[in-house]
């Protein structure tokens, strides 16, 4: 925490900072500069709150700067993290320089409509699917999700094609069953700050898929991953999927950037989902090639056997012959970083 | 749902696209303009997803237009609800020109403070109390509230004071104690959209206070309010804590113009939680003679018998004497709007 | 300026930032702390460029603490600026208690149309005169004022109904004119950061009205203010108008917050825009309401006599009788603030 | 314009609305639907100010439909535009398939200087070199750029270097100039929405290359471009250059979605400044290989032969060897889109 002084501020108002400071079993470190005085504080552990200096006479502002987080950090671990899906045709790598691609339907359905998903996946040569059994939808009268039938689906895919598994889970009830069933928990954008979820996947012996929330900051998004690793899970995967912003062209603004800033101030992987992300079908490719050009550890794609027919974003789902296309583009363009796709 | 066609689409583009709608069961009205042609979509239940229609040949863009809520709605029920909470000194009403001033501290620490907190906030009048005893923090190594012992202390404070208990759940198992010990049920912002949790709250048998996501739309925040209802739960009030912009003076942009858009939408009363919603000692007593001006229907105001010693949120905290004054000046200004402090 | 290194920086980083500071002729304090060390940069006039900080080994951050503006700013001026606006019907004063209520239509349509917005302004009470004959408008193809001859007739309104005008002005052109036939010259929040037109209007011998960009922090709309007054105009007055955010309800988000900022911080008055602010009629008398009571030095609002024919932004304007209760609601709270309105 | 009515609105409230629209000279399309009634509005040329609707009795809200724009629209021209800049070593294309760098420093600090970077610029094989003389600077304290002796500089490193030249004009005096002494004409974002500069160069006989605003939608950015075809210059490159958001891990969030999204809309072409849309040296590079993947016309980039020592935008700015390895990148990425470097 740095205390800013005004310009102006008398030798005894800034004395008096200190001393409140030192009250506070904290200490403080007095910067007198041309313009005006500044005062450090050390001591802390953590951030503290010290909501009386705000008020304080001669104070212009308080400033914070400690970084809170600490095992999701680089200054704890300096290399990548790469996170290890066991599926049953082989691990899937991800981090360090291999690119997973997770792609299938926004919602299972059916039987078939995640058979077809599958197929499509598998044959374009990703090795992760994604399909939700439990959909958090903004209306309540909206498809909620087939629940744990949809996760049996899911158990059936992973069995008939080799493919690992990603699904979302919403509470405790239903990250027991995704953690039994699935190979990866997500954890969507709405929960990010459900810290009791959170904790409860800390505890889960399967990887975490973290999506950023619809206004996180990187901080924010790198202490919701603290949450996860600090109960003992620390298979962490993040996931950038578009923040609110004033823009109206796409439904959400896909905040690419964040990726070289968490690659520097953590070692977890960050994979993107331009599918979300955008919200409109005809983004989803070019914001792909995008996602993996500025260097992402792979990507969540909406792919549906016939999107305009899909329970849930269809607007935003591709069918399947685009997404072999964007396949064949992400692995050229991962190539001139000299990455691959796993 | 509402197709806009561009200029110079064809009329086959404009047949092929009501072709669509109508094999997908609904109608379409297209309407020629003398720029262009739209195609109106009726017949369907509550929002669609037609997500092949933006992609078609000649389509510029699809504009949603059904509002998806029912009971929220003052379409449904055009006069105000107003919520009665009982309290050991009588009942409180909320909405319909009673303000609720609901006050206390951030988090509940001890003993000590909670009755201090509570002596001041009786003594300016109020007479509903918030405390929380379970905390979500941004970080796992922040403190997190008292739990049970913090529900305890609340229900101390009710039969010592009078007060209505005003508390926050986080998960299910926090909610079934919640329901228990306090008066009214609060569900935070960062929980606005954890739908499972909002579902829970439905089946409670106590009101429930829910708080505007940090990002969270109009239609959404109704939307989550509707999830409440749909459950058979219809006290619900709404409450304005401020929405994440780039702006930087305060931690949250206080969005006042949200009370007179929610009053026109909507039967519910909504509060204004200027502590939050600025983050700022010193913006609380304007803020909240703004909030009471606009039109709110009552206060949710951080107060802290010694707020510079606060384990949570000491910076936005006020203390009692300027909860007085506070309290002074809203009376004052309800009284302008003929409306009275409860 | 302070740089926060990583908490594992080795003591040769923390000295190579060190000596690269002092190469750039400034100072380096180093604050060792529990988890890390900062370092605090002194000797610096105004804002520094240090590019080169933020990429050298050990650096987590650099944090810019010196606030950059002086002419605007309390520390400069502890006392309220009061503005006074000389009219045929004698001096308007704004600021330091006084409240000043600008209003009329958005655009000067023609003699009658503005006869009759400054007959109901003056009758509701106001003593300033809005109305534009310079209109920045989103599209090419929009009315785009009257121009000289909406000066003209503004003229005569002060002439007939001894009311002082506010008019403004989109480039130097229309400044020379605006300057000639206007009591105070109003810059868009449009041109916010035109700075070439900032700097004539520092220049002008009239007061300048000046309006918060629609992203612009607190800091830059100061800086703004900063420009007019280092050429020597230090009659600046200060409008909050809306700010864009992810909010859909309202055309922009009113601020209200920065009225006390923009206080804390700077001595000069500051105004509140509810018409753009919302961009709904219904929503403009609550929100005038909401502004005086925050604080703010006075309200701009359009009214215009038939809201429903008029030229440009129609959907925000208010009607005349709509306008007199908007009065004498807004006295009754400056009353509450022991304000009044001028 | 389409008017949606309340679920419950009555029959005479449906035609209440329906007069008003035809008495404005407009005509009025009701579509009942199983929910409620909508009503289309036909017959205005270009957008409409309807204020009187919305405050009707059964009016939910009103929706704008038509798109403001003509000139910029695909509807008006299908094919793309392609730019060329001549310049003393040859053409240069931008658009349909040919990618244009635009590099060099921030500002023109003197000869050397740019001298220097133009060398680094044309080494790694761009043809077009950016660098202020007018500079729009936060503060009024910081170096606003030489003027017209950095035009003279730029008119040397043109005949020196046969590079072309890219600088901006602030205000119609520089206008003047940089048309007299460069090859494509620059408005920054803080003058997107300065008209009466736009005019300006809408009369000029060189390109523009005119940069979104900070907070500017889809819609606005192209009828900004609008202003300039609408006096008659069609040659008008748009530059996304990050936008204003609460995210704060760069200066600004880059949004490159908005690439296709104006790509579908207009038949411009539109390049990306990944150093002011980033804020951030480390981050230029990995946003510049993504604008590309993307499918942007080109890039603009700072180049500074001395980063660290730079006076303005130096934390943005990138030495030559990082530059040339950005070229080589993006370079291999336009060939995977069939693009090519121009």
Redesign the interface.
């Known amino acids: 925490m ?1 205390v ?1 002084m ?3 501020a008398s030798e005894q108002e800034v004395r008096a900072v200190c001393e ?1 400071i030192e009250s506070l079993g904290l200490r403080a ?1 007095p ?6 005085t ?1 005062i ?1 504080i ?6 503290v ?4 200096l ?2 304080m006479p001669g104070v ?1 502002e ?2 914070p ?6 095992l999701v ?1 680089r ?1 704890v671990k300096p290399e990548d993290t790469v996170l290890v899906v066991p599926t049953p045709s082989g691990d899937v790598r991800i981090g360090g320089g291999a690119l997973a691609i997770v792609a299938g339907p926004c919602a299972v359905e059916n039987h078939d409509q995640a058979f077809a998903a599958a197929e499509a996946v598998r044959a374009a040569g990703a090795r992760l699917f994604r399909g939700g059994a439990y959909k ?7 498809f909620q999700g087939l629940g744990l039938e949809g996760l049996k689906i899911l158990a059936d895919v992973r069995k008939s094609f080799g493919l690992g598994i990603v699904t979302e889970a ?5 990250l027991d069953l995704v953690e039994e069933y699935a190979d990866v928990i997500q954890i969507g954008a ?2 990010m ?5 959170l ?1 409860r996947a800390g505890r889960a012996r399967k990887p975490v898929l973290l999506k950023r929330g ?2 996180a ?4 998004f790198l ?1 919701a991953a ?2 996860v690793m ?1 109960e003992g899970n620390y298979n962490v995967l993040l996931c950038e999927r578009g ?8 439904r959400n ?9 968490v690659q ?1 101030a953590s070692h977890l992987p960050i994979l993107v989902d331009p599918s979300h ?2 919200g ?4 989803v490719r ?2 792909s ?7 992402a550890d792979g990507l969540l794609i909406e792919v549906h056997p016939n ?2 027919r ?8 591709i069918p399947p012959e685009e997404f072999q296309l964007l396949m064949s ?1 992400v692995r ?2 991962a190539s ?2 000299s990455r691959e796709v796993n």
């Open positions: 740095l800013v005004q310009a102006n409140r470190h910067i007198p500069g041309s313009m005006r500044a450090g050390t001591g802390n552990k953590g951030a709150d010290l909501g009386s705000d008020s212009v308080c400033i700067v400690s970084k809170p987080y600490k950090g200054e958090p939808r903004t209306s309540p009268y909206s919403v509470d405790h009830e239903s709405r929960n700050q459900n810290f009791s979820l904790k619809m206004s900051t990187l901080d924010e202490m603290e949450y600090s923040v609110r912003t004033f823009s109206d062209h796409t603004t896909l905040d690419l950037s964040v990726v070289p800033a520097r992300g955008t409109r079908r005809q983004k070019p914001l090639r995008a996602a993996v050009a500025v260097g999107p305009d899909a329970l849930s974003d269809g607007l935003q789902s583009e050229q363009i001139v970083l």
